[in-house]
């Protein structure tokens, strides 16, 4: 019965599939298993590749809290510090590469997912599922037998040396026709539908693009920066930056933040050093269009921050601070994209010109892919570290420099004006 059951179903699935109204110049049922596939390659492979921009611009931006710890007390008349600060971010060597994953199916396919029995009548509820299963179980056997190659490494957006999987589709074929878990119900089908599962397969890209690297090795972010002090030993801190285009690889970037500093030091009888705390929230917003075919990234991210900042006065000389903080980002990814364009040459929806040129000829079959998939990544990511600078103040204006190491190593230069 299951045998029988697969049969129908397998013909079912074919018939279904060349129904849809597509153009003729490309395989439909190939298409359509392509983007599912492409779309799962992608939820696979999404954090992996796009958590360094991700973790590394937030990062980036959330520096530059603090360049002292001497907040007064008591003050005759609020003050004002206005500054300008940039950021440099560096990008560590394991942030450039990852390991990818494809979609396989370790275990035959469920097809009592996929099909039932009702009055009589067997009922296909999920055609491209069931025709995205086998092409996952036809790729689980090629990749142990080396027929489909995944590479040990992948670019994330900041490495380079773009690279695909590679696919052998004559394989494929073969192991439909004779391998036992597919040879026997294969050979019981008509012509006509033998045929239709062998273009499908065989006409599957030969190459399953990964998402290109920007190969960058540093982040620059700036803003400016307004403190208000100081009521009983507190300074109120706010920074803002539209979105703005600090790097053409980064895309718009933009950022927001509030934090507040409180005085330890008022509470010690004669302090060595100046002591402070302080606490932050900072919001960013990310966009960024990638490869040829503008794929869409949008990435919201949250910092909660808190600290504790030492400094000391040489007078006339230098200040020198350091500090240690906790900081945690929570952010949410979007990714919108078409097939790569490369996939879509190989399945026949792009035309390549003589010379050279690729364009969509919708008259004659070449309509382009413009069917936009989404895939959703949500990361959560706790870091500790050290600030330590240097501050020189020349009359209201001040020069500050200051180094933070910890999961990402971050250089920030800044001047301020104080009235």
């Known amino acids: 019965m299951n045998t029988w059951r697969f049969l129908l179903c397998v013909v079912l699935c074919g018939l279904e599939l060349a129904a849809q109204n597509y153009p003729r110049a490309y395989d439909t049922n190939a298409v359509i298993v392509t983007r599912k596939l492409s779309k799962e390659l992608f939820d696979l492979n999404s954090i992996p590749f ?18 002292q710890a001497d907040i007064p007390s008591h003050i005759e008349r609020p003050y004002v510090r206005f500054g300008i600060h940039t950021m440099v971010g560096f990008v560590r060597d394991d942030q450039r590469t990852y390991r ?76 439909v026709r004779t391998d036992p878990e597919f040879a026997t119900l294969y050979n019981l089908l008509p012509q006509s539908t033998r045929q239709m599962v062998d273009s499908l397969i065989l006409k599957l890209p030969s190459t399953l693009s990964l998402p290109p690297g920007q190969n960058m090795h540093t982040i620059v972010a700036a803003v400016p920066q307004l403190e208000i002090g100081a009521l009983a030993g507190t300074e109120l801190l706010v920074r803002y930056i539209p979105p703005v285009v600090f790097d053409q690889n980064i895309g718009r970037f933009s950022f927001w933040g509030i934090g507040l500093r409180h005085s330890i030091s008022q509470y010690l009888r004669d302090p060595l050093f100046d002591i402070a705390v302080q606490v932050g929230y900072q919001g960013t917003l990310l966009r960024k269009s990638v490869g040829v075919t503008n794929a869409q990234l949008e990435a919201r991210g949250e910092f909660l921050l808190a600290n504790i900042h030492m400094s000391r006065r040489f007078e006339g000389i230098v200040d020198v601070y350091t500090g240690i903080g906790y900081e945690q980002l929570t952010a949410r990814s979007s990714y919108r994209y078409t097939l790569p364009q490369q996939v879509q040459i190989q399945l026949g929806l792009l035309r390549v010109l003589p010379d050279g040129s690729v364009v969509r000829d919708p008259e ?22 050290w600030t330590i600078g240097l501050a020189r103040s020349i009359g209201p204006v001040t020069l500050c420099l200051d180094y933070n190491l910890g999961s990402w190593s971050l250089l920030s230069l800044g001047i301020d004006v104080q009235w």
């Not at 199916?105 to 469920?110: G, H, I």
């Not at 037998?145 to 073969?174: C, K, M, W």
């Open 364 to 385: 004659n079959g070449y309509p382009g892919d413009d069917v936009v998939q989404e895939s959703i990544a949500t990361l959560t990511v706790r870091n500790v570290k």
């Open 100 to 175: 990818p994953t494809l979609p396989t199916l370790a275990q035959p396919v469920e097809y009592g997912k996929y099909i039932g029995y009702e009055n009589g009548t067997i009922v296909l509820r999920d055609t491209i599922g069931l025709a995205v299963d086998l092409v996952k179980r036809l790729f689980h056997k090629a990749v142990d037998s080396g027929h489909v190659r995944v590479p040990a490494v992948a670019p994330t957006v900041f490495g380079n040396d773009p690279t695909d999987i590679t696919i052998d589709r004559e394989y494929l074929q073969q192991l």
């Open 50 to 67: 796009m958590e360094p921009l991700v973790t590394t611009v937030n990062a980036t931006s959330n520096a530059r809290f603090f360049r």
